[in-house]
């Protein structure tokens, strides 16, 4: 009979739970919420976060307990799928659904049967997303044969948790921008433009995470590994940054992750062509 460690188990499905629930919150009218008065949809954003820090305890816990296994492996896929793929293709749909059209033509969540091309786009748009996610996680298990941190320097595309991060950055930072910032009466122009630009983002990165692009696991290459004190210093940056303009800091820090991958690639090639071409 298979079993499983009680800790890892738990954070596992707290991650899975604060997926569900971060669709919930996605599915509820935009506005002010009973939760410190927080837009539903940064509630949702923040779920996925919260979520993202239960996916890195789990394995974290496994590795402390000794008790990684291909069950565990299994049951975090799937909370990944529902946290990183399902909520961040739910939160583009409402988002766009609300603010492309304007408040004042707000008819509901866009779906297959949109009366519009544009409406009918967005739909796919997400549902390639959740679709990538599917195929990106089981390519990951069916490719993973060793738990050696060594072995785990890299990932062959965009990690799904970077993808949904990435998503629910940028969707943190509009409702950030358009409820807080300007104070609901953002320039003209601001919310049509920021609710085309994100399906764009959500389409580049689905592809990201179908390729064979080369990301690094960022805490197995720099955090567990001696770093000298200038790396500690910049990593300090980004902390401090933070202080002052959280969801900047942190649209920008997910998004330049996932650049990171094609940009190592180009500078790559080109090295690899100067080295072949002096």
């Known amino acids: 009979m298979l079993g499983l460690s009680v800790i890892p188990t738990l954070l596992t499905l707290g991650n899975l739970i604060c997926g569900f629930a971060a669709i919930h919150y996605a599915?509820?009218?935009?506005?002010?919420?009973?939760v410190m008065g927080w837009s539903t949809l940064t509630i949702a954003g923040a779920l996925v976060f919260l979520g993202m820090l239960f996916d890195g305890l789990d394995g974290f816990a496994a590795r402390l307990t000794k008790s990684a296994s291909e069950l565990g492996a299994q049951l975090d896929s799937m909370a990944d799928m529902v946290t990183f793929g399902v909520?961040?293709?739910?939160?583009?749909l409402r988002l766009v659904s609300y603010y492309y059209g304007g408040p004042e033509h707000y008819t509901g969540i866009l779906g297959p049967d949109a009366d519009g091309v544009y409406g009918k786009i967005i739909w796919g748009a997400a549902a390639f997303y959740i679709c990538c996610t599917a195929l990106r996680l089981a390519r990951f298990n069916a490719e993973t044969t060793s738990v050696d941190e060594v072995d785990h320097r890299y990932f062959r595309g965009l990690p799904s948790p970077g993808a949904g991060g990435t998503v629910a950055s940028l969707t943190l930072l509009h409702q950030h921008l358009t409820v807080v910032r300007f104070h609901e009466a953002p320039p003209d122009g601001f919310e049509r433009t920021s609710a085309l630009l994100l399906p764009l983002v959500t389409l580049l990165v689905s592809a990201a995470m179908i390729s064979r692009v080369r990301y690094a696991h960022l805490i197995n290459r720099y955090m567990r590994t001696s770093q000298s004190f200038a790396f500690v210093a910049w990593m300090m940056l980004p902390i401090v940054f933070a202080i002052w303009w959280f969801q900047v800091a942190l649209a920008v820090c997910f998004t330049l992750y996932a650049i990171s991958g094609p940009v190592q690639l180009l500078l790559r090639s080109f090295r690899g062509t100067r080295a072949t071409h002096p």
């Not at 909520?87 to 583009?92: D, E, I």
Request: glycine share 8%; charged share 5%; hydrophobic share 45%.
């Open 27 to 34: 599915s509820k009218p935009i506005g002010p919420s009973s």
């Open 87 to 92: 909520a961040p293709a739910f939160m583009v």
